[in-house]
């Protein structure tokens, strides 16, 4: 279910995906935000700027849900990307703020759009930060079903800052080496680390 201020815009891009998937994919379906904000994991992917003004109204819907935060605050001015300062420290952490009582999870920061779409295998690290074990562990499971993207348990959300600000430090390395950067850690077990 794809969300949108539109349910015309959700729906367009909707269709968009599913011939990107091909025959015998899941549907995919378009629709204003409010009901896709009742998908029992909801992703928000917005930028930081929109975060709060999106999810406030939203909030009461948001209960109870597991709330995917993927929001890198940053600015891009004439010397590159930049780190902005959050109040709270992060933007997962604004996240969880907004919306009192969901089970906020941050992941996917590190992983460009363009990869996710793009006809080349993938082959990154993702981590996954949240205060709630279990909600962190289905968002391990769902990225893990990506294929070539591991999901690793980063442990508590606080973790977010950190994943946060490694994006435009990464996008500074693309422009340095004229490259498009993912994120690999070494020294993990092979398959996929499973969280101890
Ligand atoms: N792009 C990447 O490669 C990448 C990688 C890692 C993390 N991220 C993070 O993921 C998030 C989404 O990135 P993106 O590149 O997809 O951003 P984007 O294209 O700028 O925006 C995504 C969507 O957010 C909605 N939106 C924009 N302003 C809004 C507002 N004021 N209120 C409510 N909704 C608004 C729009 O959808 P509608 O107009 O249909 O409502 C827009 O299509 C960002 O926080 C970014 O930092 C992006």
Redesign the pocket.
């Given at each position: 279910m794809v969300g949108?201020?539109?349910a015309d815009?959700?729906q367009a891009l909707a269709a968009e995906l599913a011939d990107l998937a091909g025959p015998g994919a899941a549907p995919i379906a378009g629709a204003a935000?409010p009901a896709a904000a009742e998908a029992p994991v909801v992703c928000v992917?917005?930028?930081?700027?929109?975060?709060a003004?999106?999810v406030v109204p939203l909030a009461p819907l948001l209960r109870g849900r597991i709330v995917v935060g993927?929001?890198?605050p940053?600015v891009v001015t004439g010397d590159g990307p930049s780190a902005v300062a959050v109040p709270q420290g992060s933007?997962a952490l604004a996240l969880a703020d907004s919306c009192p009582g969901a089970r906020v999870v941050a992941a996917?920061?590190?992983?460009?759009?363009?990869h996710l779409l793009g006809p080349a295998a993938l082959a990154e690290d993702v981590l996954v930060t949240s205060d709630d074990a279990e909600a962190r562990a289905v968002v391990v499971d769902l990225i893990a079903r990506i294929p070539g993207l591991r999901a690793l348990d980063a442990g508590p959300l606080a973790g977010a800052a950190a994943t946060e600000r490694l994006?435009p430090v990464l996008l500074r390395l693309n422009r340095r080496y004229r490259t498009e950067l993912g994120l690999r850690l070494s020294g993990l077990p092979d398959p996929a680390a499973a969280p101890r």
């Open positions: 949108s201020r539109d815009r959700a935000n992917a917005v930028p930081y700027a929109a975060q003004e999106l993927t929001a890198v940053m933007a996917l920061h590190t992983v460009s759009a363009r994006t």
